[in-house]
Nanobody, 115 residues
Framework: QVQLVESGGGLVQAGGSLRLSCESSVSIFSINAMCWYRQDPGKQRELVAKIVNNGRTNYATSVKGRSTISRDNAKNTVYLKMNSLKPEDTAVYYC?????????WGPGTQVTVSS
């Protein structure tokens, strides 16, 4: 059973930074794409950032230039560093992988940005 566990969320003031981590219970070496999504109550879950094995990254327009996604295959962990946080970044952040033809989500970590 694959488990993803996010950490690093919390309450931060606008303009601050956070680094989210997602640790996988299985090796991520062979997992091509690892993603971060977020969801605010009443809104659809949206893709925030994606990283593939060759290092290529993609970001949502709303976080581009303020965020960096990275992965450490040796630690089976993917990170999301977010800078210049805004109140509209407030959401539950989820880690996602597609592995062995199945989708896996972590339980999420809450990020709250106060103005």
């Amino acid at each position: 059973q694959v488990q993803l566990v996010e950490s690093g969320g919390g309450l931060v003031q606008a303009g601050g930074s956070l680094r989210l981590s997602c640790e996988s219970s299985v090796s991520i070496f062979s997992i091509n794409a690892m993603c971060w999504y977020r969801q605010d109550p009443g809104k659809q879950r949206e893709l925030v950032a994606k990283i593939v094995n060759n290092g290529r990254t993609n970001y949502a327009t709303s976080v581009k230039g303020r965020s960096t996604i990275s992965r450490d295959n040796a630690k089976n962990t993917v990170y999301l560093k977010m800078n210049s946080l805004k109140p509209e970044d407030t959401a539950v952040y989820y880690c996602y992988i597609f592995y062995n033809l199945m989708s896996y989500w972590g339980p999420g970590t809450q990020v709250t940005v106060s103005s």
